[in-house]
């Protein structure tokens, strides 16, 4: 199985900047995709931003120019760099990564973490 921690949520003034950071633990052949994808209380989940092992990165158009996503492929850890927050960006983010056990390297899975929440004020 393939554990995913964020950190790094918190309460935020408009305009200001976080950066969350998420750590996949456990028994891990290989991760490909890591993404950041966001929910609001009502609203479906979206993505926010992806890259791929090869540092390929992907954004929603509400966030480009605002946000950069990286990754650190020796750690298994990716961040969410977050600047001129706006009271929109408040959601639940959530890390996700695909990832291949040693126990099944045909297979590539989806995991999740528990998600970690970011409020920014007016």
């Known amino acids: 199985q393939v554990q995913l921690v964020e950190s790094g949520g918190g309460l935020v003034q408009a305009g200001g900047s976080l950066r969350l950071s998420c750590a996949a633990s456990g028994s891990i052949f290989s991760i490909n995709s890591m993404s950041w994808h966001r929910q609001a209380p009502g609203k479906d989940r979206e993505l926010v931003a992806g890259i791929t092992n090869d540092g390929i990165t992907n954004y929603a158009d509400s966030v480009k120019g605002r946000f950069t996503i990286s990754r650190d492929n020796a750690k298994n850890t990716m961040y969410l760099q977050m600047n001129d927050l706006k009271p929109e960006d408040t959601s639940v983010y959530y890390c996700?990564?695909?990832?291949?056990?040693?126990?099944?390297?045909?297979?590539?899975?989806?995991?999740w973490g528990q998600g970690t929440q970011v409020t920014v004020s007016s």
């Open positions: 996700s990564c695909t990832a291949v056990l040693p126990s099944s390297i045909s297979i590539s899975r989806r995991y």
